[in-house]
């Protein structure tokens, strides 16, 4: 990426926080954030929101931890922020992840909030091995909130020109 100026089109991958082990005959899908991961939540949404970062658009995982995370971003950024819960993020693909984040709209700036391994495989996609593992040396961790500005519009079939704008995980909570 070459400009300084407003990027054509930013995307945030936010993995969900810490959520808690399931109990007895609760589905995966149910998983709650567990009180570590709620704080998780909070901070990444206020310290994103303390450095100017404000999607316009959140496409999220319709699993319960997804919801719950994403969920602090309408506090921060305001109650008028739309948040589309979107099946496919939980069990697709990066094919998937991509062409939800890629997708024709009026948007230039779209958060994704999904589950790993997917959000890690659809970050790598977009920076590569090097940046990827620079930026999340452990591996991307809960709460982790990786920003992407692009100088041209990407889409589902020219995802090209990813230039990695910041990588935020929450403070230390101990």
Not at 29 to 44: H, P, S, Y
Not at 151 to 173: E, H, I, K, V, W
């Amino acid at each position: 990426m070459t400009s300084l100026g407003t990027p054509a089109f930013r995307l945030y991958i936010l993995r969900h926080a810490r959520a808690a082990w399931a109990q007895p005959g609760q589905s995966d899908f149910e998983r709650a954030l567990d009180d570590e991961g709620f704080a998780e939540a909070e901070v990444i949404a206020e310290e994103a929101a303390d450095q100017g970062y404000r999607p316009a658009l959140i496409l999220s995982s319709t699993a319960l931890r997804c919801r719950q995370t994403a969920a602090p971003f309408r506090r921060t950024v305001g109650e008028e922020l739309p948040i589309d819960y979107v099946d496919s993020l939980y069990s697709g693909g990066i094919e998937t992840y991509a062409e939800l984040a890629f997708a024709a709209r009026a948007e230039t700036s779209v958060m994704i909030v999904g589950h790993n391994p997917m959000v890690e495989a659809f970050f790598h996609s977009l920076v590569g091995r090097e940046i990827a593992e620079t930026a999340a040396p452990l591996g991307y961790p809960t709460a982790g909130l990786a920003i992407l500005d692009f100088d041209n519009r990407p889409t589902y079939s020219d995802q090209g020109g990813a230039c990695l704008a910041g990588f935020m995980a929450p403070r230390p909570l101990r």
